[in-house]
């Protein structure tokens, strides 16, 4: 339970190809010139189509890769 | 047998053949040879092919059928896999420039029970890049459709699918992360199961999603797919999320039939209005002749399946992204540059994002049980439309939102049975408007219910002909 669950922020989804650039430089990624155009868009439609999500209630689900019946536990 | 005839056989009429020696392993893998070395040059399905040691496997086949030590239906039966799976020995690229010279030291435990299935593994086929699929330019040369070479053949598992449908290998082995087997089997007309997760072992497989990997038997029939399927699925000490329930025998009831099963169309993924007509008109000519055999068909709503692409985009890219961090930092000019952005972008994904995905995974799954707590299958169509033309594919996206609608909108058709580790299965089902392009019926269940799938599709394919066209090569 989050008895003071915080209101949810939209991800941003209109990064400027700058901004992309600054992320990957915190991981030591250096993003082609050729490429940040594209990186930049990939990254901004993944966060428009998630913040379709900020509907849902998220809270109460467990974050599972594994469900209880694959991976070690007979169905 | 004429070499002709050869061609399109399935393999339980391979097997007959063989067992009653009335056909070689030897005669038939050097068939496969003489067809891959025709058609290799127009469809680029392969990577590398194993012509001498699958000779010799035939001959060693042969020579163990006629000592009375017959092993079961694979048992000289010529298949390809996936350059993705470990094969001891023999280079094992992943789609990839940067594994070239990579030469595992053991089979990949798929691989491994092939051979012990008795398989002449003759192949290993062209895919996309580290199985990401959207490959620009694929380093071992850009597979095609055999139905039309201008079309992709769908991806990750592109040049198993196209070897199957060319009649370059009885039956393949391809991987099915978010849809890589099944949609390039239906893009090329053929058959392909992804199992429940868990139900075949990951040792050996290299990896894009930990949590979705899974391989996935790919033929030209529905039995041929349980027949494959039964070789590779079980308990592997090797893989720790392998299941350890026993695998089912997939073939007994196979042909019982659907009367009194009951299927859920998915309502979110029924084909608009404004979908290709040839696949609203098979979609609905599908229903019509699974009720004719006595199943009962209604809809289910699953709500959060409309966002199974970002989700799944979220979790599986994020994975891949881990996956290849090192290479993607020190050498990302060695990537296609499909791969390498995709590839960026997530790396740049956040633990938040990466654990509310998870969150919606949950809650998805959820959703799909309570859908199948009223029906035993789900349905839906494969896809949209028609796979695209290669020319089209290969364009470099123009906007956030030509990545939306040419990235995410393919998606949701079969990452809905990725996040939710349940079984799938694609069968052909018609073609699309313009007459040529098979297009695939997509058949789910619940978990390790691969046994129901395997059945519902048996009898569809049973009661059409669908299954029977072949592209003229």
Redesign the interface.
């Known amino acids: 339970m989050m008895p003071n669950r915080p209101q949810r922020a939209a991800?941003p989804?209109d990064l400027s190809p700058e901004d992309?650039r600054r992320?990957?430089h915190g991981?030591?990624?250096?993003?082609?010139d050729?490429?940040l155009a594209?990186?930049t868009?990939?990254?901004?439609?993944?966060m428009?189509?998630?913040n379709?999500?900020l509907s849902?209630e998220?809270?109460e689900?467990?974050?599972?890769?594994?469900?209880h019946?694959?991976?070690?536990?007979?169905? | 047998m004429s070499d002709q005839a050869l061609a399109y056989q399935p393999i339980t009429r391979l097997a007959q053949l063989i067992q009653r020696k009335e056909l070689s392993p030897v005669t038939l893998t050097r068939f496969y040879l003489d067809r891959i070395e025709e058609l290799e040059p127009q469809l680029n399905a392969h990577i590398t092919i194993m012509a001498e040691s699958a000779l010799a496997e035939a001959k060693a086949a042969e020579e163990e059928i006629h000592r009375g030590q017959y092993r079961g239906p694979l048992h000289g039966i010529p298949m390809g896999m996936k350059d993705q799976f470990w094969t001891k020995g023999v280079n094992t690229t992943w789609g990839s420039r940067i594994y070239r010279d990579f030469i595992p030291a053991e089979d990949a435990t798929v691989v491994r029970r092939l051979r012990e299935a008795g398989a002449v593994l003759i192949a290993k086929h062209n895919q996309a890049e580290f199985a990401m699929g959207g490959t620009r330019v694929h380093p071992y040369g850009t597979p095609r459709n055999p139905w039309d070479p201008q079309r992709i053949p769908g991806h990750s598992s592109s040049g198993s699918a196209v070897a199957v449908a060319a009649a370059m290998c009885a039956a393949a082995l391809g991987e099915d992360t978010g849809g890589s087997g099944r949609i390039p089997a239906a893009a090329c007309g053929i058959v392909a199961i992804r199992p429940t997760f868990g139900r075949i072992s990951r040792h050996g497989t290299m990896p894009v999603s930990w949590s979705m990997d899974s391989a996935s038997p790919m033929s030209l029939t529905v039995e041929d797919c349980a027949i494959v399927l039964q070789a590779v699925a079980g308990h592997d000490l090797l893989d720790p999320l392998s299941s350890p329930s026993l695998a089912l025998d997939y073939r007994q009831g196979l042909h019982d039939g659907v009367r009194g099963m009951r299927a859920g169309a998915i309502k979110e993924l029924l084909p608009p209005d404004s979908a290709d007509q040839g696949v609203r008109q098979a979609f609905q000519e599908s229903i019509r002749t699974l009720e004719s055999l006595g199943m009962t068909v209604g809809e289910v709503s699953v709500p959060l399946i409309t966002l199974a692409a970002p989700i799944f985009v979220a979790i599986c890219d994020t994975d891949a992204a881990g996956v290849q961090f090192d290479n993607i930092r020190l050498r990302p000019m060695d990537y296609d540059s499909s791969t390498r952005t995709r590839l960026m972008s997530a790396s740049l994904v956040s633990a938040s994002i990466y654990t509310r995905a998870q969150r919606a995974r949950t809650l998805f799954r959820r959703q799909m049980e309570d859908a199948l707590r009223k029906v035993d299958i789900l349905l839906s169509p494969m896809s949209g439309g028609p796979p695209p033309l290669i020319e089209e594919e290969n364009v470099y996206f123009q906007s956030k939102e030509d990545v939306i609608r040419r990235q995410f909108g393919a998606r949701s058709f079969t990452t809905p049975y990725s996040l939710a580790a349940m079984p799938a299965i694609t069968i052909p089902c018609g073609v699309t408007a313009n007459g040529n392009m098979p297009m695939g019926l997509q058949i789910g269940g619940g978990p390790f219910e691969e046994a129901t799938v395997l059945r519902a599709a048996a009898a569809f394919e049973s009661a059409t002909q669908w299954h029977t066209r072949h592209p003229k090569l």
């Open positions: 991800y989804s992309i992320l990957a991981l030591a990624l250096q993003i082609p050729d490429d594209v990186v868009y990939r990254f901004n439609a993944l428009e189509e998630f379709k999500l849902v998220l809270d689900a467990d974050p599972l890769a594994i469900f019946d694959a991976g070690g536990r007979a169905p």
